[in-house]
């Protein structure tokens, strides 16, 4: 589609570049991320969430970095407690994010102080609320513990074993980040105002509450409860093929191959024995639904994507299903603010053209 001078106009933005970063690099082509040069799937095994946060922030690879839960100061809690107990997970992170950046003064230019309180405050926040919506107390942190397991403390007030942190340490990295997308870009807006960093991660949150954007991890698990067992796969599948409905956890809009996530967190999920059984049916689903998927599509790749096996690491840490969306939001909010970082040094007010559909110049009505 071209505009009125000529210039082309893409709905959506698709295909458009829009900017330039060097934090993470999507080819959806051959199934590739990268976090400054480094593959997704090295990231997971070798590194840490707070390591990985400190490399997308700073560009450094420490050889071991801590990064712990900050408490809620009273303000944030108060903004929690006010909240309705059927209140979205999402919008109890944007509020959480928003009092936090009403309380304190939140200067520009945005710094990787900055960044490391916002994300340090996220978990302890959807923690809080995921407490206080069951009429429980809210938690104080161990500063001992990094993010993930902290996490998971504050929200069932035990230490977390060793796996079920690590797990979720793995899907945090694997969240952490993916280029362009609609939160990030929307982060990236706010900051090209000069605004602040609580306000662009705030609206990002609202951004990835989208259902088209946060996606729907719960969805796989009651599409395999749906399933319950791999002998009904085949016949599951083709009769929601026949509805018109899609499998979840397959396809993307970028990757036509292996989502390099999914392959990571497979791996993750292999290594949980309290998922086993969930796991081998998992398994067994996705091999009938990438082989009718194939045959169904056969020049048009629909892959496995990252929520797939996001489901099962979820489910097999014991997080409600409901939390899955603003899990993924806590886990983000590292790629924000390494984006709110990066466009703050362009410093260049986003502000794109429009291209007018209303009438052509004309007067009011007389009367
Ligand atoms: N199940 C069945 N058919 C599918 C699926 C699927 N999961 N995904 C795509 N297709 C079909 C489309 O219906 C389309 O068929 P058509 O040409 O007959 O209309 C064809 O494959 C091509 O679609 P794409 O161009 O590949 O898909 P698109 O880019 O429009 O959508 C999306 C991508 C929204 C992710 C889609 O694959 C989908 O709905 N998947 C299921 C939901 C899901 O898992 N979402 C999480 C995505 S990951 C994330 O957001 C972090």
Redesign the pocket.
């Known amino acids: 589609m071209t505009t009125q001078d000529d210039r082309p106009y893409s709905p959506g933005l698709q295909g458009v570049v829009a900017g330039e970063t060097e934090l993470s690099l999507v080819d959806g082509a051959n199934g590739r991320l990268l976090y400054r040069g480094y593959p997704i799937g090295e990231l997971v095994a070798k590194g840490t969430y707070p390591k990985v946060a400190e490399l997308l922030w700073t560009g450094t690879w420490p050889a071991d970095a801590h990064l712990a839960c900050e408490p809620l100061d009273a303000r944030v809690l108060a903004g929690l407690v006010d909240l309705p107990n059927d209140a979205h997970p999402m919008d109890a992170l944007r509020t959480a994010v928003s009092a936090w950046g009403a309380g304190h003064r939140i200067d520009w230019p945005p710094t990787v102080e900055q960044a490391r309180k916002v994300v340090a405050l996220a978990p302890s926040a959807l923690a809080a609320f995921g407490r206080l919506r069951q009429g429980l107390e809210p938690i104080r942190p161990k500063p001992e513990l990094d993010l993930a397991a902290g996490f998971l403390y504050q929200l069932n007030g035990v230490v977390p074993d060793e796996a079920s942190a690590r797990a979720l340490d793995a899907y945090l990295v694997v969240a952490a980040e ?1 280029g362009f997308n609609a939160s990030t870009f929307t982060a990236r807006v706010i900051t090209s105002t000069r605004s602040d960093m609580a306000s662009a991660v705030s609206g990002a949150v609202g951004a990835l509450k989208g259902p ?6 719960s ?2 698990v009651s599409q395999l409860h749906q399933i319950g067992s791999p002998e009904r796969a085949e016949e599951w599948i083709a009769g ?2 026949d509805r018109g ?10 990757y ?1 191959a292996y ?1 390099p996530r999914a392959a990571a967190l497979r791996q993750v999920a292999e290594q949980m024995g309290s998922i086993a059984d969930w796991l081998k049916l998992a398994v067994a689903v996705e091999d009938v639904a990438l082989r009718m ?1 194939k045959e ?2 056969p020049d ?3 892959m496995t ?4 096996y ?1 489901a099962a690491v979820l489910q097999g840490i014991g997080l409600p299903s409901d939390l899955f969306p603003a899990t ?1 939001a806590v886990a983000r909010t590292v790629g924000w603010t390494a984006h709110i970082l990066e466009q703050a040094a362009v410093d260049k007010l986003i502000r794109p053209d429009v291209l007018y559909t209303g009438p052509s110049e004309r007067s009011l009505p007389t009367s």
């Not at 088209?212 to 991890?217: I, Q, S």
């Not at 409905?245 to 970028?254: C, K, Q, V």
């Open positions: 993916h088209l954007h946060g996606g729907a991890p969805e796989v929601a093929f409905e899609r499998l979840m956890g397959f396809g993307h809009r970028i036509r989502d998927l169904r599509y048009h790749p629909v994507n990252v929520e797939y996001t993924f």
